[in-house]
């Protein structure tokens, strides 16, 4: 009796891309995938593929019920080490600890990733790991900081580094002193772009870093999620002195210049 051929599986280019995809943001919904990977598929082939990939062990896919029942798929550490990883040392971080917070980063990673004046972004998982990232000078005492996700851009001619955090929900207050003194303190990050669920969590912030730190300048910058999902022409980020850093989403063609205007806190002339 003859014994059934594996069925093999060809990787094509768009396969991998999801791969490194799923690493650096560590999960997504298959929306998301179509319209960051797959675009341009249909549902019913996207799905065949995604279970494809199940099959062969290179995919993970879990019902969340706080996100309706949807799947939410992730990197098996077959896919990891066989199409991922560089070396032993590459980190393997495969799974969300927390999926409400980490597909928002990925929501807001695909947004910073759209910006005319992006050089480079740079998500945890990736800044974490043991990539080459020789775009930055402090590499070493940046990633100390634990930054969500790392913004190299270029406004009015000169290149800044801005850290990027997400905040979902309030934490105990003890928490945000080291959060608030680490960025304080640093020289490594021009700015912090400190995002939150809503206004009522950035006000509360805000609150707690002026008892910490009183009017003395800040290079925390605050916006909602929704207010960075929604913009249309331009990102609009305020610190708790009521300065404004902004970043146009739009190239100079379409109607914008392609500069920003940067608070003095930031804009080391």
């Not at 995604?50 to 019902?63: E, M, P, T, V």
């Not at 997400?166 to 002193?177: A, D, I, T």
């Not at 063609?253 to 500069?259: I, R, Y």
Request: hydrophobic share 40%; net charge positive.
């Amino acid at each position: 009796m003859n014994k059934k051929r594996p069925v093999r599986i060809v990787m094509r280019d768009i396969d991998l891309k999801l791969f490194y995809y799923l690493y650096a943001y560590k999960v997504a919904t298959a929306e998301r995938i179509v319209r960051d990977i797959y675009q341009n598929i249909s549902h019913q082939a996207l799905y065949k593929r995604l279970n494809k990939f199940i099959h062969h062990g290179y995919l993970q896919a879990s019902y969340v019920k706080e996100i309706r029942g949807k799947l939410i798929y992730s990197l098996t550490a077959k896919a990891f080490q066989e199409y991922v990883s560089d070396n032993d040392k590459t980190r393997c971080q495969l799974k969300s600890e927390n999926i409400w917070h980490d597909l928002a980063l990925l929501d807001l990673g695909e947004i910073f990733k759209t910006l005319p004046s992006l050089q480079l972004y740079v998500t945890e998982n990736i800044l974490r790991s043991s990539a080459e990232l020789p775009e930055f000078e402090n590499l070493k005492t940046i990633q100390r900081l634990h930054p969500d996700a790392l913004l190299k851009i270029k406004l009015h001619g000169k290149e800044f580094i801005f850290a990027i955090e997400y905040e979902r929900s309030l934490k105990f207050h003890k928490r945000y002193r080291p959060f608030f003194e680490k960025y304080h303190t640093t020289g490594d990050v021009d700015a912090v772009l400190l995002i939150t669920k809503d206004e009522y969590l950035a006000n509360r912030l805000v609150d707690k870093e002026r008892l910490l730190f009183g009017n003395s300048d800040s290079k925390i910058f605050y916006s909602t999620f929704e207010n960075v999902q929604s913009a249309k022409s331009k990102l609009t980020f305020t610190n708790r002195k009521m300065e404004k850093l902004i970043i146009p989403k739009l190239v100079a063609s379409e109607g914008m210049p392609a500069t920003a205007t940067l608070s003095q806190s930031v804009h080391n002339d």
